[in-house]
Each structure stands twice: as C-alpha cells, then as structure tokens.
C-alpha cells in the first residue's frame, strides 16, 4: 500500500520536476564544505601566532642577551627578570633560564603554545612547548 502510494507521487509531474531539479545543490555543497574551510583556517591561524610568538620570545632573549652584554644588567637573575617581564605580556606561563657563561649569555625561553595559539582547537599543537634560546657573547 505504501509503496504505491509512493511510486504513484513518483510519477506526478511535482516528483519529475523534483528529481531533475539542481536549484540547491550549491547549498548543499557549501554546508559539506564550510566546516573544513573553518578548520584549514583555525589551523593556519593558530600555526601563525605560534611562530609569531617564538619569534617574539627570539627578539626578547636576544634584546636581554644584549643589554646584559653592554653592562646594562649586572646579574644574570636581572636578565632573567626583565626578560620574563616581557615574555609574560602574551604567555603568562613561560619560564626563563639565564645563564651567565665565562664568555657568554644564555637565555632559553620556553613557553606552552596554549599561550600562543588563538583558539587552540587542535590540541597536538597546542599541548606543545615552544623553546627559544639565545647567545650572546660579553662585550669586553
């Protein structure tokens, strides 16, 4: 019975125009579609500010690397100070390690890339920690 009722609807002028109807296939496609386009972009996203805070972290070592070689930091726990003052501005949980060599300065930043990512949709990025190191030797 239900499937007469059904194959009579099939043969209705209605149902033929129906089937070879494409008006919404587009929308159909972008519903499938959007959400890896949102994904690709969330990924490239939070890659980028990764990079982008390593290599705010790289200038921030290398700057109090520097000022400490010039005489500007006596210690190495001054350096270490004034460099996690300024990492801790986009990655609270950093931590930083200054070590003051016979003809060097070392300073290695390590900050979890949760601080640095934007959304941190992916956790195999964002469960990594993300190192910088900086030498620089004493000016004389």
Known sequence: MLFKIFRDFLSTPVATC???SESGTVTVEAVLWVPVYLFFFVFIADVSLIFHG???ATRIAYDGNRMASVGV?????ETKDAVLGRI???SPSASVNTVFGT?????TVTM???DLAAIGLIPRIVN????VS???MKDV
């Open 18 to 20: 129906f089937k070879r």
């Open 128 to 131: 990594i920690d993300v190192s």
């Open 88 to 90: 801790q501005a986009f």
């Open 112 to 114: 979890p890339a949760a």
């Open 73 to 77: 930091f006596e210690t190495a726990i």
């Open 134 to 136: 900086s030498v620089h």
């Open 54 to 56: 390593q290599a705010k």
């Open 103 to 107: 003809d060097d300065i070392t300073t």
